[in-house]
């Protein structure tokens, strides 16, 4: 079962900043923190990743909380490409925990 | 550096046949998993293959089954098709395949069961 909760859809204006939330109130401290996108039945596409820092890469921030119980993606300028289907997956260190367990995520509609 | 290939892209059968699928992961990956998207279910682990070996595996019957050779290439084979079986099957490429590695993923392909 997919140990995050996120809303099951947003909007937000071309141009603007997209903060998608994401609650994984269960996480345990070697657990990290992944959000991959899908457009239309393409491959998932990784995103960023993060254990307890706030990380960033030329897609995206990720802003972890300090009891790192939840999370934010930002895309900081969205384009009407950016629009796609959003998860936040936690990932175990060891065994089969370390495989990415999807759950419904977050359908990002970005509009002209 | 190229991404995760999948072939074939697109493939139909009828039930009772068998279906192998291959993945070519990037260059130097060493851990493949793969991966079933179908609407009801969303996306579900299948398995793990790192240096020929199976690492972890799903909740999946014994139809489902998959290797990998030494050049990291895998293939997953499933037999006595099912028409729930008709999904996309994904494959994704890790250095180690350790939590703390991205998994990219491929293409997909598209099997559909008549």
């Known amino acids: 079962d997919a140990k995050t909760t996120q809303p099951p859809s947003m909007d937000c204006a071309e141009g603007r900043a997209a903060n998608l939330p994401c609650n994984h109130s269960t996480i345990s401290g070697n657990e990290y923190v992944y959000w991959y996108r899908q457009i239309h039945s393409q491959g998932p596409q990784y995103i960023i990743h993060g254990l307890k820092n706030n990380e960033t890469n030329e897609m995206a921030s990720l802003i972890i909380t300090e009891d790192r119980k939840s999370s934010t993606l930002i895309l900081p300028h969205a384009t009407l490409r950016d629009t796609a289907v959003y998860y936040c997956i936690v990932r175990g260190a060891s065994g089969s925990a370390r495989q990415l367990t999807f759950g419904s995520g977050t359908q990002l509609t970005v509009l002209p | 550096k190229a991404g995760v290939t999948q072939t074939p892209r697109y493939l139909i059968k009828t039930r009772g046949q068998q279906v192998t699928l291959s993945c070519s992961p990037i260059?130097?990956?060493?851990?493949v998993s793969w991966y079933q998207q179908t609407p009801g279910q969303g996306l579900q682990f299948l398995f793990e293959y790192f240096s020929e070996t199976q690492r972890n595996k799903g909740n999946f019957p014994g139809r489902f089954s998959g290797r990998q050779f030494s050049n990291s290439r895998s293939e997953m084979n499933v037999s006595t098709l099912e028409l729930g079986d008709s999904a996309l099957y994904l494959c994704?490429?890790?250095?180690?395949?350790?939590?703390?590695?991205?998994?990219?993923f491929g293409p997909g392909t598209r099997l559909t069961v008549l």
């Open positions: 260059s130097g990956h060493r851990s």
């Open positions: 994704a490429s890790s250095l180690t395949g350790e939590a703390y590695n991205e998994q990219f």
